[in-house]
Every structure is written in structure tokens, then in C-alpha cells.
């Protein structure tokens, strides 16, 4: 009845390796060891390799360091343009047909394209026109025009792109680390008066105990796992908090240690699973906490000399009952005093997470209560220790920075007011769900989208289609064709505007990773460009906008069409960024300064890391009734998580099929066997699956190893079902806990 017997015994392993061999064999096997060699950072994950030391290396100089999944966005970019015959073929209702996948597939985005209201087609448009429209459409009042972003563009097209929408009155800078990491940023904000990781590779290198908490690192961030390798290697621990159970996480095959991969089938990675309720984390956290002080493992020392607010904290978590605690949670008093016991009397642990964490409606308190942990157990603030959320998109973290954001510092506030000669508008500005809302209100006419896929990203899909429908004008800056360009259609003029992509810029740029490093990219050629193609940067796309848009004064929009000129600003404006100003002469890639601690002072304004209560999360789910489906079927009311298959990246679809997760396709729904015999399943059977937003039918049930009452499915399939809690302390959808209900019209012998 399980399929994870089909499944593979370990993540990583042959599977990769016949991927590398299968792309370098391909007939763009040449250009693609040419990319990965080529002096630039890694397109796909914000883990951080490549750049000026060489395309395999890490921020700590060591080689080998590139993953398939690198290989995997390569490829996808090297794909040949798309002609513009096949636009005059191919009808938007032809088009709304295609899946992730197919459009994907379609090749490179060549020309810039146009569908006018009532039209059955994209046409192919000049620049001219673009820029035409776009001066039109960048005539309205500030509060009615947005952006929204994803993190592949560079730091210096971000720095601009703020640096315009600030200029038109705008702070509408939607990102979508609003879906993401948002409430990392604001979380550990609060506690530690920075919000990136506060571990650099260097330092995680010499912890002796990781707790990796929500992260499918193996598929997502494979190079971390070299990382999780190592520390085993030296004695150390892993404690992994995760609903299921990802099996890359138990057991993963390293091409980059490849004894141990060939012949012992993987390094073993955890050494303690626990496999909590999801969305339990916090109450989880709690239990650690109080585990922790019955143990007498808290640093009372330290709490009293580096923090404020830790005896309402740790009176807390005395407070809350062991049965409260398991129950919410729904793991043993043994599992969570075992774990406590290994973070206690490890001499270094770092804490990391990813969306499992953040993607919840109480994500901050989730931050806030891992933060709790580490400073009890003073386990912040020197090397080897920490927290540190491990950021998504390859340079998501570098838009952030560079002032893409509805969270803008003091500091870059003012020093950008100085360079436009005017103070900057004070309205909070929308990010990613309040410009789906305010949108839907008809509040938006213009919305410029640098990268991303702002329709297939966001929960509840027929809101976000009817809420780009209202819309005048949208911009989709991209290099592909994505579901967004042939569902998220505005009202008036829909345009699709090809880019280069980071290894084919004809200048340099700079991206950040997760880690806080700052690499160089070096300029590069596309090979789309012998072939009658009309790409432009996205520095020349949105200069030239801005150049039309403001003219030439106070800003001289056209000269930062040199980046150099562009990085001289930011080391000007951005604080931390001031060693980019010498990065040209230099070639020096730095860790930005102020955000690694390994001193007990942290950047807040005592210099004390400030601990705060995090209430218990409620957890009730609504019962089948309030579904709506017929009486009498076999039905199930289950916890959704949705994220990413090991063949995608996020809403881009590469393979259908998950082989780690034994999930053959897109339409699957992933239970435990108990759940399935429960409620009268059968594996393999095709049921229908509904939450408050819609309903998919035919999915197909796989039997995995996730926790009783939870289910897996993939994304963007599943945005359609559900509208998602919204975290109200920083506004992220609870993409990871979402209440379904999956039933069945046919009886017991039809199935
Ligand atoms: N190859 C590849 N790499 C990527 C991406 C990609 O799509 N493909 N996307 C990039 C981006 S933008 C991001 S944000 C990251 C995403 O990286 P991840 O966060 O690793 O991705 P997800 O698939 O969302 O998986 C999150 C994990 O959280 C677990 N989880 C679900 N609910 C809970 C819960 O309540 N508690 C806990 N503790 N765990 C839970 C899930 O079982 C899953 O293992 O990866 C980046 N890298
Ligand atoms: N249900 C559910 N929904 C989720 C999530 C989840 O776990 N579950 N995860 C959320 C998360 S973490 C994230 S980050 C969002 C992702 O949301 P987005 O970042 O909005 O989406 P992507 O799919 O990464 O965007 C891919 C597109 O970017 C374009 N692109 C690629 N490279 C470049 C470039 O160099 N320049 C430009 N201009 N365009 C480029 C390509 O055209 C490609 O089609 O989705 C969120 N949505
Ligand atoms: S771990 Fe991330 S940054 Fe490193 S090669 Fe793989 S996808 Fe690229
Ligand atoms: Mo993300």
C-alpha cells in the first residue's frame, strides 16, 4: 500500500548524477559548462555559489560546490527563442491551455509582445511603443501605481526600480518575499535589530548541532546538505522538524563526496525526525523552552547580561502544561525532552528554517519562538551559532536590501529623499497580498512586474486573475513565458517584455546571498542575440522608462545605464553596501558588515537581543460540513501543506513527476496510509479535493511517510483551492497549513 517503497533510498544520488550526464550530452551541453563556468552567481537558490572566484565555488572557496538544480535553470535559459510566428499561430484561449510546464517550454521570450483588451492574440510591438505606453501609464497618481518583483533580477535593476517607483510617489513595491521569508525579516527585526541570517557559511561550519526546521533542503538548497554532511562527519547532530518525511533529509548522496554516495548509498543526515502537527512549530518551540529549564540547560548567565524580556519568556513556557503542549504539537514528552536535551548540551547549535516556518498565519510568533530557544540556550551572538533562515530566490535577499520593500529603513529613507530633492511619500505601500486586495478594489491602474509570476504565486487564483483583471496596464518583465502571462491579464494592455538574464547582462551586476555575501556577476553574451532578437537589461528598461517618465533632473536616469554608476549610488544610499562602490577596481566580494554576529551585541537598540512572549497557535480545523460537498460521501478533513516538487522551481514546472515522494504527477495529494484506510481510500484511487477557495478533481492519492492528518500537494496547482490565513504581523499567506476536504461520490465497491 506505500508507495515510498518505489520511492528512492536516499536523496541526491544516481538520479542527479544521470542529470548531469544527460544535460552535458544534450546539444547544449557546451554553452551550458560554459554558463556554469562563467563568473557569476547561481540563478536558482540564494544557498550562493559562483561569481568571481569561479562558477563551483562557495563563499568559503571550496569547489564542487554546483547542484543539478543549477543545471536545471541553465538549461531553461539556454532554451532557443520562441519565433514570432508562433504568436500569430497560437490564440490566448490556446495558450490558457498550456500547463507550468509548456509555457515554460516554450523557449526564450524574444520580442516584446502586446494583447490589447478584445484580442485574440499577443503581437509582437517595438520598444518604442513599450516606452510609449509606458510613459502613459506611469502618468497616474503614485497610490495607483505598483511593482512587484521576484528575486532573480540584480541588485542594481532592484535599486533602480525603487529608486523610480519612489520618484512617480509610489511606495507600492510589492516583492515576493512577502509570500516568502517576510516573516523572518520582521521577526528577527524585533529580536535582533537585523532581519537576515545572522550566520555566515564560515561560522556555520563550526557549529556542532543544526536544527533545521520547515526546509526540504535536498531539493531546495542542495548544497546546504553538503554543510549537514560535514557536521556529521565532525560528531555533530541533526534534529530535523518536519510533517513529513523527506527522505533526502534521512539520507542524502553528495556528487560532491562521491565514496560515500557510490558505495555507501548517501551520508546518513538526522539524527533526531520529529514530525509535528502542521503549523505547530511555536507550541513545539514552547516545549523545547520549558524542556529546557526542567533540564537546567538555560543559560541564565547569558540571558541577563545580552537580553531583555526573558523571564516573561521562560515563565511562560513554565506556565504551559506538558499535555497542552502535546497535544498541540502531537509529538511525545520523550521527543521534545530528547531534543531539547541534544540543543542544551551541544556546544554550538545553529537554528535554520525555511517555509515550513514562515508560510504560517502566526509565521513572526514561528520566528520569534525559534529565536526564544537559541537565546535561552545562548546559542546567538557568537561563531557557530545562530539563526538562519534560508532565503529562496538567488538574489532575494539583495532586492531587500536595496530598498524593494514596504519596510523601508529610516536611514535609506532619508539619504533617498536627499537624491531625489524631495521627501519621500509617507503612505504605507502595498505588498504582495494587499496589492492583490487593493487591486481587486480597482485601486491599481498600473502594475510593472519585474520577473516572478505574480499570478501563479499567489493564493486563491480566481481572486488573483479578477484582481489583475482590474488593472490598466501590466508589465511582465521575464525571460520565459509563464501561466501568469496567459492568466494574470490586465484590463487594457497586457505586456510580456524580454530580458536578459544574469549571465548574459552586457554589464556587470551584484547579487546577495543568503548568507549576507555580495557577489560580482560579470558581463556575458546571449546566445539569443545572433538571432534577430530584441532583448534589453532590465538597467535599460527601467532607466529608459525613468528617463521618459522624469526627464533628466535630479536624476540623470540615462547615465545609470552604466552599473558602475548605479553601485556608486548604492554604496552612497543602502548602509552595509559601502564596499560595492569599490567592487569594480577591486573584484573584492564581500559579507556585508553588521548583520554576521559572533560578538554578543546584536544591532538593536541596547545592543540586547529582545525576547518577547509567543502565544500558543490555534489550531482548529473546521469539520466536513462546513465544506459543502454532498452528505453521505466518503470524505476526510485534512491539513494542506503545498510547496515544491524535487522538479520545479516554484511555479515553473521542469519534470512532472516526484520520484523522491513517489508522486508520478501534478495532480497527486500525498496522506498517510492511516488517514487513506480511514476514510475508505485506496491509494491510487482519484478523488476530489476542495478548501475555501476551490475544488480540484481527479487527484490521485499517494500513501507517503507524512504525519497522520497532513497532506502534501504541489504548487501553483494548489493555489487555486484556498485563500490562505494571512500572517498579520507580516503579511504572509499560511500556505503550509490550510484546512481541506477531500472526499468521494462513488461508493466502497466503485472506487
Ligand atoms: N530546486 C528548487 N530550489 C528552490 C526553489 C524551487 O522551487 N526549486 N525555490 C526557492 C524559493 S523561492 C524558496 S522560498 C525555497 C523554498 O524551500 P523550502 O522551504 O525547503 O520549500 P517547500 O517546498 O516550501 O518546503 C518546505 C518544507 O516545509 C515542510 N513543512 C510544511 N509544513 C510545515 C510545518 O508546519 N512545520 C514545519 N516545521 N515544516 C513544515 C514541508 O514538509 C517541506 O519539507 O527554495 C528555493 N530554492
Ligand atoms: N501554494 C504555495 N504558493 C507559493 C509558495 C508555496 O510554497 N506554496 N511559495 C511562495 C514563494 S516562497 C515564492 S518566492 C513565490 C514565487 O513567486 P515568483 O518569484 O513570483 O515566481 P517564480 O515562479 O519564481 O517566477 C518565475 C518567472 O520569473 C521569470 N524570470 C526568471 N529569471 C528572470 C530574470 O532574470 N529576470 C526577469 N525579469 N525575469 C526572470 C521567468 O519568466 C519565470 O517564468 O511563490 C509563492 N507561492
Ligand atoms: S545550492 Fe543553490 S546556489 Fe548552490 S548551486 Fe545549488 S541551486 Fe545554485
Ligand atoms: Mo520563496
Request: glycine share 8%; proline share 4%.
Amino acid at each position: 500500500m506505500n508507495s515510498s517503497q518505489q520511492t528512492p533510498q536516499s536523496g541526491g544520488g544516481l538520479p542527479v548524477i544521470q542529470y548531469w550526464a544527460q544535460q552535458s550530452l544534450s546539444p547544449q551541453g557546451i554553452k551550458l559548462w560554459q554558463t556554469l563556468n562563467h563568473k557569476s552567481a547561481c540563478l536558482s537558490c540564494a544557498w550562493g555559489t559562483g561569481g568571481q572566484k569561479g562558477g563551483f565555488v562557495n563563499e568559503a572557496g571550496e569547489y564542487l560546490q554546483r547542484c543539478a538544480k543549477s543545471v536545471e535553470a541553465i538549461a531553461a535559459e539556454l532554451q532557443p527563442p520562441i519565433s514570432k510566428e508562433f504568436w500569430q499561430q497560437y490564440s490566448l484561449a490556446q495558450l490558457q491551455q498550456l500547463t507550468s510546464q509548456e509555457c515554460d517550454r516554450l523557449g526564450r521570450l524574444s520580442y516584446p509582445l502586446l494583447l490589447e483588451a478584445g484580442k485574440s492574440h499577443y503581437r509582437r510591438i517595438c520598444w518604442e511603443e513599450v516606452y510609449n505606453l509606458a510613459d502613459q501609464a506611469f502618468r497616474q497618481p503614485g497610490e495607483r501605481l505598483a511593482s512587484y518583483s521576484s528575486g532573480r533580477s540584480s541588485n542594481e535593476a532592484a535599486y533602480l526600480l525603487q529608486l523610480f517607483m519612489r520618484a512617480t510617489g509610489s511606495n507600492n513595491l510589492a516583492d515576493c518575499s512577502d509570500l516568502c521569508h517576510a516573516a523572518s525579516g520582521v521577526g528577527l527585526k524585533q529580536v535582533f535589530g537585523s532581519g537576515t541570517s545572522m550566520v555566515s557559511l564560515e561560522s556555520l561550519k563550526h557549529s556542532d548541532c543544526v536544527v533545521l526546521i520547515g526546509s526540504n533542503a535536498p531539493a531546495n538548497h542542495p548544497r546546504l546538505m553538503n554543510e549537514l554532511i560535514k557536521l556529521r562527519d565532525r560528531g555533530g547532530k541533526v534534529i530535523i522538524i518536519n510533517p513529513q518525511l523527506e527522505i533526502g533529509l534521512v539520507k542524502f548522496a553528495s556528487p560532491a563526496f562521491p565514496i560515500k554516495s557510490l558505495l555507501k548509498g548517501g551520508s546518513n543526515i538526522s539524527t533526531l525526525y520529529l514530525q509535528l502537527i502542521p503549523g505547530s512549530d511555536t507550541a513545539l518551540f514552547i516545549g523545547l523552552q520549558k524542556a529546557a529549564i526542567e533540564q537546567n540547560l538555560i543559560k541564565l548567565n547569558y540571558l541577563q547580561a545580552y537580553t531583555e524580556g526573558w523571564e516573561d519568556v521562560l515563565n511562560y513556557a513554565r506556565e504551559q502544561s506538558w499535555q497542552t503542549i502535546i497535544n498541540s504539537c502531537g509529538l511525545s514528552q520523550e521527543e521534545i525532552e530528547e531534543a531539547a536535551y541534544v540543543i542544551g548540551t551541544s556546544e554550538k547549535v545553529v537554528f535554520a528554517w525555511a517555509m515550513g516556518i514562515t508560510q504560517q498565519a502566526n509565521g513572526v510568533d514561528n520566528v520569534r519562538s525559534i529565536a526564544n530557544t537559541a537565546l535561552i540556550t545562548g546559542n546567538a551572538g557568537k561563531l557557530g551559532t545562530g539563526t538562519m533562515p534560508i532565503r529562496g530566490h538567488s538574489n532575494v535577499q539583495g532586492v531587500g536590501s536595496m530598498g524593494v520593500t514596504v519596510r523601508l529603513r529610516q536611514e535609506i529613507k532619508q539619504a533617498l529623499s536627499q537624491l531625489l530633492g524631495h521627501s519621500l511619500n509617507e503612505t504605507q505601500g502595498y505588498d504582495t497580498r494587499a496589492l492583490i486586495d487593493a487591486a481587486h478594489a480597482g485601486k491599481i491602474d498600473t502594475l510593472f512586474c519585474l520577473g516572478g509570476n505574480i499570478y501563479a504565486a499567489n493564493p486563491d487564483l480566481k481572486q488573483a486573475r479578477e484582481a489583475l483583471a482590474q488593472i490598466q496596464t501590466i508589465f511582465y518583465v521575464a525571460t520565459k513565458p509563464n501561466l501568469g502571462h496567459f492568466h494574470g491579464l490586465a484590463k487594457q494592455n497586457t505586456l510580456i517584455l524580454p530580458v536578459f538574464n544574469r549571465f548574459e547582462n552586457p554589464h556587470k551586476t551584484t547579487t546577495e546571498s543568503g548568507n549576507n555575501f555580495v557577489r560580482l556577476n560579470d558581463e556575458g553574451k546571449s546566445h539569443l542575440i545572433p538571432q534577430n532578437s530584441s532583448l534589453v537589461s532590465e538597467v535599460e528598461l527601467i532607466t529608459e522608462i525613468a528617463a521618459r517618465r522624469h526627464g533628466e533632473h535630479p536624476i540623470e536616469w540615462r547615465k545609470l545605464q552604466d552599473t558602475q554608476y548605479v553601485r556608486q549610488l548604492i554604496a552612497k544610499t543602502i548602509p552595509g553596501y559601502e564596499k560595492i562602490g569599490e567592487i569594480d577596481e577591486e573584484q573584492e566580494e564581500f559579507t556585508i558588515p553588521g548583520r554576521i554576529f559572533t560578538e554578543l551585541k546584536f544591532a538593536t537598540a541596547s545592543g540586547k537581543a529582545n525576547m518577547k512572549i509567543t502565544p500558543l497557535p490555534d489550531l482548529s480545523l473546521p469539520d466536513w460540513q462546513s465544506f459543502d460537498i454532498p452528505e453521505n460521501c466518503r470524505n476526510l478533513v485534512l491539513i494542506l501543506g503545498s510547496g515544491r516538487s524535487y522538479a520545479q522551481h516554484n511555479t515553473v514546472v521542469y519534470r512532472t513527476a516526484d520520484k523522491y515522494r513517489g508522486m508520478p504527477h501534478r495532480y497527486c495529494i500525498l496522506m498517510n496510509v492511516a488517514d487513506v484506510k480511514k476514510a475508505g481510500f485506496r491509494e491510487h484511487e482519484k478523488v476530489n479535493v476542495k478548501g475555501d477557495g476551490g475544488e480540484l478533481k481527479d487527484i490521485e492519492i499517494i500513501c507517503g511517510a507524512i504525519r497522520e492528518g497532513a497532506a502534501f500537494m504541489f504548487y501553483p496547482e494548489a493555489n487555486i483551492l484556498f485563500k490562505a490565513k494571512i500572517d498579520p504581523q507580516s503579511g504572509t499567506p499560511g500556505y503550509k497549513r490550510v484546512p481541506i476536504c477531500v472526499y468521494s461520490l462513488k461508493s466502497m465497491t466503485e472506487r
